[in-house]
């Protein structure tokens, strides 16, 4: 079991760029979210999906977007990056609704200039 | 209402002595309280968790201490070394019935540091 995986580890972009954070799981898990990590600020919840078709938003939704077309994948996608997205990336899943054990992956470093 | 507070932003810690970090929350919706350790470079990992009918949980050198009433949790890190340096945050989980679904929030974090 790769567990969750995350790609690109790191990328930087120019204000205004598009780019799509890529995340998959392969423990057969129905909820998966994504979250930032800022200095400072813990981790904030952007959106989750309990399965596929079903996605929702968290705290910080704006200027993210999420699909989930298949249990194993959860891209993030950021539409037109601001330096206010500059942040480190996590994506997350777990068995079941309840949460219980979120397994997270190791993160996606996100500068944009 | 969803928010979690935690305390203190850093510790440092001899070896072998006792890391206490706090968490207090507001919202008495939350069912759920994990805690989770990060290492520099990697993922967050539960480390453990309390439901709120459960005073106290131990697992090995963590505990997690619970009061209800005060509406605040805290983990303890009993004989801590220096593989214990980390940073560490709290978590609460509110569970919606009606979409099947939950949200955590974490806390802010606690860099812990733990010196020979």
């Known amino acids: 079991n790769a567990g969750v995986t995350q790609t690109p580890k790191f990328q930087v972009l120019k204000t205004g760029q598009s780019m799509t954070l890529q995340c998959a799981q392969d423990?057969?898990?129905?909820?998966m979210s994504w979250y930032r990590q800022d200095p400072g600020m813990g981790l904030r919840l952007i959106h989750y999906?309990?399965?596929?078709?079903?996605?929702d938003q968290g705290e910080v939704p704006n200027g993210y977007n999420v699909s989930r077309s298949t249990t194993e994948d959860f891209p993030l996608r950021l539409l037109s990056a601001a330096p206010s997205q500059t942040s480190v990336y996590f994506c997350?899943?777990?068995?079941?609704?309840?949460?219980?054990?979120?397994?997270f992956g190791p993160g996606t470093r996100l500068t944009v200039t | 209402q969803q928010q979690v507070k935690q305390s203190p932003q850093s510790l440092i810690v001899q070896k072998g002595g006792i890391s206490i970090i706090n968490c207090a929350y507001e919202n008495t919706a939350f069912d759920y309280f994990p805690w989770y350790q990060q290492f520099p470079g990697k993922g967050p990992a539960l480390l453990i968790a309390?439901?709120?009918?459960?005073s106290e949980k131990k697992e090995g050198r963590f505990t997690i201490s619970f009061n209800k009433s005060a509406k605040q949790f805290s983990l303890h890190i009993m004989d801590s070394q220096p593989g214990d340096s980390a940073t560490y945050f709290c978590?609460?989980?509110?569970?919606?019935?009606?979409?099947?679904?939950?949200?955590?929030?974490f806390g802010k974090g606690t860099k812990l540091s733990v010196i020979p």
């Open positions: 309390i439901r709120p009918d459960v």
């Open positions: 423990m057969n898990h129905e909820y």
């Open positions: 978590a609460a989980r509110v569970t919606y019935s009606g979409a099947g679904s939950y949200q955590l929030t």
């Open positions: 999906s309990v399965g596929a078709g079903i996605t």
């Open positions: 997350a899943s777990s068995e079941d609704r309840g949460g219980y054990e979120q397994y």
